[in-house]
């Protein structure tokens, strides 16, 4: 079945470097995506999102890149903090409501 | 900064047992989740609501769920009979519309099956 998928289980980081999370997703018919963060034992907060009509979009410190020739997502931290260390998930939706999570990536920030 | 709180934080029961997870979506939403992380596994989807309906559900969410709005503020998650399987962290989100919309996750409350 359709599903996302992350390529790098951890990711370690110096302090001050800047970080590159990607996600592979397979639904050519997902029109819209999200990162969310996730600390041990609390919920996915939100970062930051993107629609299928766009291919870059900026947030604080964040940004996320969508290539959907390739079905190809990317998170960029830049100046990773010690309080970035986390499992960052890309979640994706078709048209409706149901996200459909990534594995996750653990970001591991060494200062 | 409106939040999506849930309770309680942690339920242990025995297997068979009823359990009904409670939750408090952001107040001006209109479309609640439920989803739930087996420990180590991704976040699964188990169901959307909309208007007292289910809008979509999934094929973890069989007839030992049930969701219910018996508020207007509340949004409950039961399950029935549990199973060792059902352990798990079971999270609520809300979002204010339905398409390409943010939502919002409260901090989860994490089910032990014994």
């Known amino acids: 079945g359709e599903s996302v998928g992350l390529h790098l289980p951890t990711l370690s980081v110096q302090e001050g470097d800047n970080s590159i999370i990607n996600c592979a997703y397979s639904?050519?018919?997902?029109?819209?995506f999200i990162w969310y963060k996730q600390e041990s034992g609390k919920g996915p907060q939100f970062i930051i999102d993107?629609?299928?009509?766009?291919d870059k979009r900026q947030g604080q410190r964040v940004t996320v890149l969508l290539n959907k020739t390739v079905k190809h997502l990317s998170l960029q931290i830049a100046a990773t903090q010690p309080g970035d260390s986390a499992v960052y998930f890309c979640?994706?939706?078709?048209?409706?409501?149901?996200?459909?999570f990534g594995a996750g990536t653990i970001l591991r920030v060494k200062s | 900064e409106p939040e999506v709180t849930q309770t309680p934080s942690h339920q242990v029961t025995q297997m068979g047992q009823e359990v009904i997870l409670r939750c408090v979506p952001i107040?001006?939403?209109?479309?609640f989740y439920w989803y739930r992380q087996i420990l180590g596994q991704k976040v699964e989807f188990l169901v959307s609501?909309?208007?007292?309906?289910?809008?979509?559900k999934s094929e973890i969410f069989d007839d030992q769920f049930s969701v219910e709005r018996p508020d207007g503020s509340n949004f409950t998650l039961k399950i029935r009979s549990t199973k060792l399987e059902d352990s798990a962290m079971y999270f609520c989100?809300?979002?204010?519309?339905?398409?390409?919309?943010?939502?919002?996750f409260g901090p989860g409350t994490r089910l032990l099956v014994l």
């Open positions: 609501f909309y208007n007292n309906e289910i809008s979509e």
């Open positions: 979640a994706e939706a078709e048209y409706g409501n149901k996200l459909v």
């Open positions: 993107i629609r299928s009509n766009m």
């Open positions: 107040s001006n939403h209109l479309y």
């Open positions: 989100a809300s979002s204010e519309r339905i398409y390409q919309e943010t939502q919002y």
């Open positions: 639904n050519s018919a997902s029109d819209y």
